[in-house]
């Protein structure tokens, strides 16, 4: 019998990583979305319209559900058109609770 995750194991199991997203992705639904498939995945953060046109984003939960959003945010909602996309991981953020959408 595998014993049950700590907490301490929980959070290795946490990642964070921040995306930017680049194309038709503002005017399109793709921050409300975008919030909606994170909290479809237990993923926690924000996401929010950038001054240059592009959407950003901070993504933390489960490995594999925060992989499921990325994935999903490389299209987008019906409406995007994803010209560009960027992720990066960020190391030792402090845990999050919920998912905003910043002005």
Do not use: Y
Request: proline residues 5%; positive net charge; contains cysteine.
């Amino acid at each position: 019998m595998r014993p049950a995750c700590t907490p301490t194991d929980k959070l290795k199991l946490r990642v964070t990583v921040r995306i930017h997203v680049h194309g038709r992705v503002q005017g399109v639904s793709f921050r409300a979305a975008l919030q909606q498939k994170a909290v479809d995945h237990g993923v926690v953060g924000w996401v929010r319209n950038s001054g240059d046109g592009s959407v950003e984003a901070l993504l933390q939960g489960e490995k594999e559900s925060v992989r499921l959003v990325t994935e999903w945010a490389r299209t987008g909602p019906p409406r995007a058109s994803v010209a560009s996309f960027f992720e990066d991981r960020v190391d030792d953020h402090p845990a999050l609770e919920g998912f905003s959408v910043l002005a």
